[in-house]
């Protein structure tokens, strides 16, 4: 029977979603009460729920008191991330089964047109999730913030973020100072992420291209999917995939709109001799080099078109907590139809093949 331990005294009295069922007392009784209706909640049956590993969360963000200091001042109305707190992610992570969250910092980032304000809070980023990390062992891992573009800076973060702080890997915003990822500016961090052979978690930024277009509609109804794709679209046709292999990139939501897309990028695709050299598979082996998570993708239409381009295999479970739910994210991949073998391995091991880091 699996175990799981509270992070700290202080969160001791939260039941968790996998917690002993066999306990002695009233007490017990109520603690085993507790993880039958968050067992219940999170999509896993309880015979389940006492075989099945604990989900691992590659998409949920926590917010600093510099980071909530800066999305006030600017008035970037990020309201579920303005209110975010350690307990509300620790509450939600045991309600959805959740038994680490790997945090990273998300849009609108630490990028405003000023290195050295950049710099700074990337480095207080970093360093709070750390504390993170260390408070409650076993319950987060991190992505490293950088200050891009800056890229001495951002060679030197990502230094001290993965063999000082012991980060799981790297978190990226889709675009800098309207440069996406495969832009050949920022070969030097590709270079450095491929030796390394890092994960990197990569999140959609606002676009700068594209607000306001239509009335009534927030930008990140369709931007944020169209953002990803965009990202991607310039990491393939650059090649940037290609001749960094050894980097393992994490999309957000489902790789945005870009599974909905295939054709059209194949048709280019195939139209390079560079790039059918080294997958002559075309566009769709390209793409399952690559990772999508879940995150707001747990509905029926879209996982039906993630599960048929990605393996199961390069697919992460990713709530996009604060934002969305991990309950529910389970929910909707319990009632797709997936195996139990499936979601075991969307849930946790999957991610352990690429962090295996977060197993202690």
């Known amino acids: 029977m699996l175990r799981c331990e509270p992070a700290s005294s202080a969160h001791a009295s939260i039941g968790c979603a996998c917690a002993p069922l066999v306990m002695s007392g009233r007490r017990g009784f109520l603690r085993g009460a507790a993880a039958l209706t968050a067992v219940a909640a999170s999509g896993l049956a309880p015979a389940q729920a006492q075989t099945a590993p604990l989900r691992i969360d590659v998409h949920h963000h926590y917010t600093s008191p510099a980071l909530l200091a800066m999305m006030k001042g600017r008035r970037t109305n990020q309201t579920f991330n303005e209110q975010w707190t350690v307990q509300k992610s620790l509450d939600a992570m045991d309600?959805?089964?959740?038994?680490?969250?790997?945090?990273?910092?998300?849009?609108?980032?630490?990028?405003?047109g000023d290195f050295d304000a950049a710099r700074g809070l990337a480095r207080d980023c970093n360093e709070y999730q750390a504390r993170l990390v260390a408070d409650h062992k076993g319950r987060f891992g991190m992505f490293t913030t950088v200050p891009l573009p800056d890229l001495d800076m951002t060679l030197a973060e990502i230094a001290y973020g993965m063999d000082t702080l012991k980060a799981a890997g790297v978190g990226m915003m889709t675009s800098y100072a309207g440069k996406y990822l495969g832009d050949p500016a920022f070969t030097p961090v590709m270079e450095e992420l491929n030796r390394r052979k890092a994960v990197v978690f990569t999140h959609p930024l606002m676009t700068q291209c594209c607000t306001a277009?239509?009335?009534?509609?927030?930008?990140?109804?369709?931007e944020y999917g169209n953002e990803t794709t965009r990202t991607i679209e310039s990491l393939l046709f650059s090649g940037t995939t290609q001749r960094f292999p050894d980097i393992k990139f994490i999309f957000s939501h489902g790789g945005g709109t870009a599974p909905y897309l295939v054709a059209r990028f194949d048709r280019l695709f195939t139209s390079r001799a560079d790039l059918m050299k080294t997958s002559?598979?075309?566009?769709?082996?390209a793409f399952r080099h690559l990772y999508f998570d879940t995150a707001q993708s747990y509905?029926?239409?879209?996982?039906?078109a993630l599960t048929r381009l990605m393996p199961t295999e390069h697919i992460l479970f990713g709530s996009d907590f604060p934002a969305a739910s991990p309950v529910l994210t389970g929910q909707g991949l319990a009632a797709f139809g997936l195996t139990q073998t499936q979601i075991q391995a969307i849930s946790r091991d999957n991610a352990l093949g690429l962090m295996p880091s977060l197993r202690g």
């Open 213 to 222: 277009l239509v009335p009534g509609v927030p930008d990140q109804v369709a």
């Open 280 to 285: 002559p598979g075309g566009v769709v082996e």
């Open 95 to 112: 309600q959805g089964g959740v038994q680490t969250a790997v945090v990273s910092t998300s849009d609108p980032g630490v990028w405003f």
């Open 299 to 304: 509905n029926e239409y879209s996982l039906a």
